[in-house]
């Protein structure tokens, strides 16, 4: 694994991404020479080699945005070749647009068509050969696992759902009895130095139900200085998952720990960046505001702005600024509750706003005003504050920093309207809490833009 954007990357994603630009660029480099042109006088000389990178780009995307660098595992072959022929069909379609707006802009016919066959036949072959042989070369972590809890249960289940992890479990050691993980049992916690010397672990994660007096330490001490990795599951369910595990937090761990955010200096300069990006996004989104407005207007009887009461920064109330997507009194018999799914309260415009996030603009005026950021934990209605803190432990710790527009709980977990998504969002909230920094802010927008065009997690 590899730490990008303060985020656990697979080494085995990047290097599948990596492979496949080479690969494309070579699709379309071969195709200059099929096409009669000499690749250095046309790419090089002529100054064509922008184009090139432009299709690359545009076919990156397609695939990004078809999820074919989250989800490594290939259902259906089939599908795999459809989702290839829609990223190419992308880049033909925006190379053609730029041919319109300039002559000069298109790509050589016989260049682009070869080229985009090429990429077709070639890129779901390869993408078949790395996931069935180049995925298992590049596990080169071999993990032995301690311990019968719940939590190293979950560690396992997703390791063994995402090979490109580069995990490779070996088995576990049982506390007193065995359970059932879908990897073998290698014996006892007493076992331990044994079963190191015999199938030679390069990390070693801990999740054990109860370690006192159960933890053999002193045969772990010799263990780690012989150069093996020892971690706690807690460590590698945050690796693995992207969240921290709420279920493991100790009091004295978030007092004492010196790796909690937020640090005072990544808080400064998120504050400069948001009220920047607020601005310009207030000018650029002006035109759109207006024909969504307007769209509020004429669709139901009510004010076009919806305002609510939120809990921001250490706890303080402030006004929350929306297009209004539900009928006017939506709430009045009913109190505040959550919106679920198919929400008789939710206009048939409301829906689309909300699919689309465009209810969501007004935000940027919070965000100006400094209430807000445009990255951070969703900004919650008081009533479910009180409610949420009473039933989940660390609930409040999420007011340690802004409210955002969009987050780390935003993009990775659909919308909740139960406890157990609210405890589940607050381990991302806190993941993010724990990281924040500009360049995951910067990766959480990225991904915002996919979530927003995909209509993923509105309600």
């Given amino acids: 694994m590899i730490r990008l954007f303060r985020v656990f990357i697979p080494a085995s994603v990047l290097a599948l991404l990596v492979s496949e630009c080479l690969l ?48 490594l595992r290939i259902p259906s072959r089939m599908v795999l070749i459809q989702q290839v022929c829609l990223a190419v069909g992308c880049a033909l379609l925006f190379m053609a647009l730029l041919g319109y707006v300039k002559h000069d802009y298109i790509l050589g016919r016989w260049i682009m068509v070869t080229g985009s066959v090429a990429v077709i036949l070639l890129v779901p072959s390869w993408r078949i050969f790395f996931w069935r042989y180049i995925i298992i070369a590049l596990r080169s972590e071999r993990v032995l696992l ?14 063994v759902e995402k090979p490109e992890f580069g995990y490779s479990l070996l088995g576990y050691l049982c506390e007193i009895e065995p359970c059932e993980f879908p990897i073998p049992c290698l014996g006892t916690l007493a076992d331990v130095r044994q079963v190191c010397t015999e199938y030679r672990p390069t990390r070693i994660v801990v999740g054990m139900a109860e370690r ?20 706690d599951a807690a460590d590698t369910y945050e690796m693995a998952m992207r969240r921290v595990c709420s279920r493991k937090i100790q009091p004295s761990q978030l007092i004492f720990t010196s790796m909690l955010g937020p640090r005072p200096h990544a808080i400064t300069l998120q504050n400069f960046y948001s009220l920047f990006i607020g601005l310009i996004g207030l000018v650029i989104a002006s035109p759109l505001m207006l024909l969504t407005a307007f769209l509020v207007k004429i669709s139901s009887r009510g004010p076009v702005l919806y305002r609510q009461r939120r809990v921001g920064l250490n706890g303080e109330l402030f006004t929350l600024y929306k297009f209004r997507s539900m009928y006017a009194d939506a709430e009045a018999r009913t109190g505040a509750v959550w919106a679920k799914v198919d929400d008789p309260r939710i206009t048939p415009i409301g829906r689309w706003l909300r699919k689309l996030r465009l209810d969501e603009l007004p935000q940027l005026w919070n965000v100006v005003r400094g209430q807000m950021a445009i990255v951070g934990p969703r900004p919650e209605r008081p ?17 340690a920093v802004k409210p955002g527009i969009t987050g780390w709980a935003q993009i990775n977990h ?11 969002k607050l381990e991302y909230d806190l993941y993010y809490i724990k990281h924040v920094a500009p360049m995951l802010d910067f990766y959480i927008i990225f991904h915002t833009v996919k979530v927003m065009l995909l209509s993923r997690g509105a309600q």
């Fill in 414 to 424: 659909k919308y909740g309207d139960t406890a157990l998504d609210a405890m589940i």
């Fill in 212 to 231: 006192r007096n159960r933890l053999p330490v002193q045969e772990l001490l010799e263990i780690r200085f012989s150069g093996t990795i020892i971690e």
């Fill in 24 to 71: 494309i660029l070579i699709c379309y480099t071969f195709a200059c020479y099929a096409g009669g042109e000499d690749p250095q006088l046309y790419l090089i000389t002529e100054g064509n080699w922008w184009k090139i990178l432009i299709v690359l780009g545009v076919i990156l995307a397609g695939m990004y945005f078809q999820d074919l660098y989250t989800e």
């Fill in 146 to 159: 301690m311990g019968n809890s719940s939590i190293l249960g979950e560690v396992i289940e997703r390791l």
């Fill in 383 to 399: 009533e479910f504050v009180e409610l949420l803190t009473q039933q989940i432990p660390y609930y409040r710790q999420r007011l």
